[in-house]
């Protein structure tokens, strides 16, 4: 699984649901060859956790 969200100003079609929407909000995705392309394409950004997040929850 990856944590990805859209690139500012992009909205990126969820893999087989076209009318869903990834945009600046991360979400959690398989890692397929669709989300491969996308990040190499600069249209994903892959986010990274931090350790303190995850010591706090990500609050």
Do not use: C, F, W
Request: glycine fraction near 6%; avoid cysteine; proline fraction near 3%.
């Amino acid at each position: 699984m990856l944590k990805v969200k859209a690139a500012k100003g992009v909205r990126v079609p969820v893999e087989n649901r076209p009318h869903h929407y990834i945009e600046q909000e991360t979400v959690e995705v398989e890692n397929t060859l669709y989300y491969q392309r996308r990040i190499a394409d600069g249209d994903l950004i892959v986010v990274k956790e931090t350790k303190s997040a995850k010591e706090t929850g990500g609050k």
